[in-house]
């Protein structure tokens, strides 16, 4: 199994302004995602990132909101930026298991911008 | 979009078995059936994931149907700390980035 630690676990941000939410693995990964809950919705994913190349986002996320930044094997940063209210939500991460396929979650940001 | 239909929302008295639904009816020959929930305010926690063979761990069992196109979680004695939000996902598997939640069921287990 895999353990990830997300920060922070919740923040109240002003409108405008960006927030990067961190996400640290406690082993080697090749593959992290990153995951939007919106209030009393289901998971929609973000972007996926591999180490050393650029992420890949799905439709209706852009680089320019919503930069990634995936450094090495065992970490990644995902950044809100110029937050608007609609922003509120719990941001995930997510990794996979290995061999045994299954996927990890982080316990998530959760986020409100005022 | 998700590939698969859940329904919204089931009630089950504790120590009563659970039976949850699920319809993948375009499910394709390489890809597995996976159960996760979600515990209020965590994040989705894996359950069981089966390709065509019924599979059970100590947390559930999952049972397919001969053709695939739809399965049910089981949870055998179901208590109180098995509410949740419980997604049924179809996928490849390890590394892609085929991860699709859908809308899943709501599971309230009631004294």
């Known amino acids: 199994s895999a353990v990830i630690s997300q920060k922070p676990s919740r923040d109240i941000c002003q409108r405008g302004t960006s927030l990067t939410i961190q996400c640290q693995v406690d082993s080697q990964v090749t593959m992290m995602f990153w995951y939007r809950q919106q209030p009393g919705q289901s998971l929609t994913l973000i972007a996926t990132a591999n180490q050393g190349s650029e992420a890949t986002y799905e439709s209706g996320f852009v680089i320019d909101k919503f930069p990634i930044s995936r450094p090495n094997l065992t970490f990644s940063t995902l950044t809100v930026s110029n937050m608007s209210p609609e922003d509120s939500s719990i941001y995930l991460c997510?990794?996979?298991?290995?061999?045994?396929?299954?996927?990890?979650f982080g316990q998530g940001t959760r986020l409100t911008v005022v | 979009d998700a590939k698969t239909t859940q329904p919204p929302s089931m009630d089950c008295a504790e120590g009563r078995a659970a039976n949850l639904p699920c319809n993948h009816s375009?499910?394709?020959?390489?890809?597995?059936v996976y159960w996760y929930r979600q515990i209020h305010s965590q994040g989705p926690q894996y359950i069981i994931h089966?390709?065509?063979n019924n599979e059970t761990n100590e947390m559930a069992s999952l049972i397919i149907t001969e053709d695939r196109k739809s399965s049910t979680l089981i949870l055998p004695h179901a208590t109180l700390r098995d509410t949740a939000v419980y997604y049924c996902?179809?996928?490849?598997?390890?590394?892609?980035?085929?991860?699709?939640f859908g809308a899943g069921t709501r599971l309230t287990v009631k004294p």
């Open positions: 089966g390709l065509k």
């Open positions: 996902i179809v996928r490849v598997g390890y590394n892609n980035n085929d991860m699709r």
């Open positions: 375009t499910i394709s020959g390489n890809e597995y």
């Open positions: 997510s990794v996979e298991g290995g061999v045994t396929t299954e996927a990890f």
